[in-house]
């Protein structure tokens, strides 16, 4: 059965470009950008990706502005809720009723992508709202390919998973780059890079980001993220957090251009969720991803034409 | 090699454990490395603070009320005793209901802090005004009922009387122990008055979405005994005989013409 799956394959995506993660205090500006009787020039390449949860509701302005941002940009859905790493036979109603709301929201915005994380967040009757790690274990792996299967099933296409922010060594049975590629596999689904969080796994737990990429299939990539951090106060050398409350500091833009050229050009999304500056702000730094998403795609595309003249 | 034979649900209710009481220990065997397990708190902070945040976006009046410590004090309590039980945090703190069992915000005072609501009695009808204007705000507006249609029903000869009228789903009736709507309102969308007096004074107040915005009107006696038979499914008829019962003078066609004109009208389906 599992062989028959559809696999995830990035050259048949129609993502590209750079985005930003939408917030509703943007969606006004988020929407002048769409208007081709405006001055402004367009902005090529521009898409945006929000909280599928934040989705949840039967009507009113938030899913409004959302079918306008669908109508005019390409849409990805980022879910933080789904817990793929808890799955149960027997899954709580809590599950069911989530999987059948993102369901709804896929349905009807159908947008470009989906994508979940590869942690998990809620026990039989409560949600803990953030991003709990896995241990690298093949009991763990099952179980992740098992909530990464039936969040497809209910959607009735294939997501990306994103990689954790480590804070901690868990005890491991295998690298987190194999164990996500293996999950990858044997379930179809994506891989979404996010360069913020392998670079806080780095300085955290010493994880090997050059490594990391080279174990990495480029075709199952379908997606990065950026995003800025926080350092905590109480151990300022050995803890940094996974805040999105900062903009992207300059080893993660160095680490996103390395990812660019070892993976090849793949679309960005500059996240920020807290502290959040106007949406001119955001946009300089998502302006700043496209331009070296133009450069990778061109370095690409010159090697291409090396190749094809040699 | 390390140890790894325990299983995935043993290392998921540890974890569990964890984040509901903050005890550790037990987690100790599923860590390698020299790094402190205390660092396990990033985990357990990032859940209480988005948490916290959630209700902060839900109870905006309130946190403007008692200032942004006290209310993350109680809140950081309630978090503890009731932690979400749906994987979003819209509507976190509202009343329980069949899918969502947890006690609300209030409710949690009422049992867990009863020296707060013995402080601040009116705290009560302050959370219900914010659940209903979030409710009213997130709800479907489809099916409104429009002046042209009515005038379509009347020149096909149609008794509007017969008409099974119903008010849209967005419409929440709220009954409050005191007159508590203006300051509410001066907390929840500007500058808030000193010295401000809240009586005790039951009330009741409409709020409804109407063009992707919140409108509120507060009731008459009678507007409300009609307003809240119509949301029990009562019939247009029956609401208007028991406001007639309240209120001789109770003028349904007059009334009529304010909820049409206000978008509050639909047809039941
Ligand atoms: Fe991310």
Redesign the pocket.
């Known amino acids: 059965m599992k062989s028959q799956k559809v696999q995830f394959d990035s050259k048949q995506s129609t993502l590209s470009g750079a985005g930003v993660n939408l917030k509703p205090q943007h969606y006004e500006e988020a929407l002048s950008l769409a208007d081709s009787s405006a001055q402004t020039k367009a902005t090529p390449g521009l898409w945006f990706e929000v909280h599928t949860e934040n989705y949840f509701v039967r009507g009113g302005p938030r899913l409004h502005y959302l079918q306008a941002i669908a109508n005019n940009f390409p849409l990805s859905f980022h879910g933080v809720g789904g817990s793929l790493g808890s799955f149960t036979e027997k899954p709580a109603d809590m599950t069911t009723r989530h999987l059948s709301q993102v369901a709804g929201l896929v349905k009807r915005f159908n947008p470009v992508m989906v994508s979940e994380h590869a942690t998990w967040s809620t026990s039989q009757h409560a949600y803990f709202a953030d991003l709990m790690p896995l241990p690298r274990t093949e009991q763990a792996l099952t179980c992740l390919c098992e909530g990464i299967d039936r969040y497809q099933e209910a959607i009735g296409r294939s997501i990306l998973i994103?990689n954790p922010t480590n804070y901690l060594d868990f005890v491991s049975e295998m690298d987190e780059a194999d164990f996500l590629m293996e999950a990858v596999r044997r379930t179809g689904a994506g891989l979404l890079l996010?360069v913020?969080?392998l670079y806080l796994s780095y300085r955290n737990t010493a994880l090997d980001p050059k490594h990391y990429l080279e174990a990495l299939d480029p075709a199952k990539v379908g997606e990065i993220?950026i995003?800025g951090f926080d350092v905590d106060p109480n151990f300022p050398n050995d803890l940094l957090i996974d805040s999105h409350a900062a903009p992207v500091d300059e080893a993660v833009w160095e680490l996103l251009a390395t990812a660019l050229t070892k993976l090849g050009p793949k679309p960005v999304l500059l996240?920020r969720d807290d502290n959040v500056p106007s949406f001119d702000e955001l946009m300089q730094e998502r302006n700043r991803a496209y331009d070296l998403l133009t450069a990778s795609n061109n370095t690409e595309h010159e090697s291409q034409l090396a190749v094809a003249h040699a | 090699m390390p140890d790894t034979t325990f299983t995935h649900s043993d290392y998921l209710d540890s974890f569990t454990q964890f984040m509901k009481t903050g005890e550790n220990e037990p987690l100790a065997t599923y860590l390698e490395g020299a790094r402190p397990i205390g660092f396990l708190n990033v985990y357990r902070n990032g859940y209480l603070k988005a948490s916290v945040a959630g209700l902060e976006s839900n109870f905006p009046a309130l946190v403007t009320f008692w200032g942004e410590d006290y209310f993350r004090q109680v809140a950081n309590a309630y978090v503890d005793y009731a932690p979400p039980n749906s994987a979003t945090l819209v509507g976190y703190g509202f009343d329980a209901t069949h899918d969502e069992p947890n006690p609300s915000f209030f409710e949690f005072m009422q049992t867990q802090l009863p020296e707060v609501v013995a402080q601040f009695p009116y705290v009560i009808d302050i959370c219900r005004l914010e659940q209903a204007w979030l409710q009213a705000l997130n709800e479907s507006s489809e099916g409104v009922l429009t002046l042209e249609t009515v005038q379509d029903l009347i020149a096909r000869g149609e008794d509007l009387a017969e008409l099974p009228l119903q008010l849209i789903d967005s419409s929440r009736v709220i009954e409050l122990d005191y007159d508590i709507l203006p300051l509410w309102s001066q907390l929840r969308f500007g500058e808030v008055n000193e010295g401000q007096q809240i009586e005790v004074q039951t009330n009741t107040v409409i709020f409804w979405q109407r063009d992707l915005q919140v409108q509120a009107k507060q009731l008459m006696e009678a507007e409300a005994v009609f307003m809240k038979s119509l949301k029990q499914n009562e019939s247009f008829d029956a609401a208007t005989s028991m406001a007639l019962d309240m209120d001789e003078n109770f003028d349904v066609s007059t009334l009529f013409a304010e909820l049409l004109n206000a978008q509050l009208l639909k047809l039941e389906n």
Do not use: L
Request: proline share 0%.
């Open positions: 994103e996010d913020n969080n993220h995003a996240e």
